[in-house]
């Protein structure tokens, strides 16, 4: 279970929060409600990772303690991606633009 927690946050972080699909984000959130509300809202991320981290390494079957166990592994998994997103994403902001002066710098060089 922490395996599946700590794959679904990852996962999250890939891709709505890693600079490399930036760009892709931002080219997305304009097109649509569902894409902006998506893009912008840790807590959904977090819920809808969770949901296809949870389908994907469980067997489906059909009743009701699959859902339950289903939605509350979400449920987890969104708050968890809040807070993670709450506490670290100050800290990767003050990265990305020191490790970006960086580079402007060594290209002054």
Known sequence: MLFEVLLTLSIRFFLFDFVLFKGLRNYLKPKGYLFRKLLSCPFCQGFW?????FL???????????????????F?????SMM??????????????????????????
Do not use: C, Q
Not at 49 to 53: D, K, P, W
Not at 56 to 74: D, E, K
Not at 84 to 109: H, Q, S
């Open 56 to 74: 994907t390494t469980h067997l489906i079957t059909f009743n009701l303690s699959f859902l339950l166990l289903m939605l509350s592994f979400g």
């Open 49 to 53: 990772s969770g949901l296809g981290v």
């Open 76 to 80: 987890v998994t969104a708050y968890l």
């Open 84 to 109: 993670t997103t709450a506490i670290f994403y100050p800290l990767i902001d003050k990265f990305e633009r020191n490790y970006g002066t960086v580079e402007k710098n060594n290209d002054d060089k």
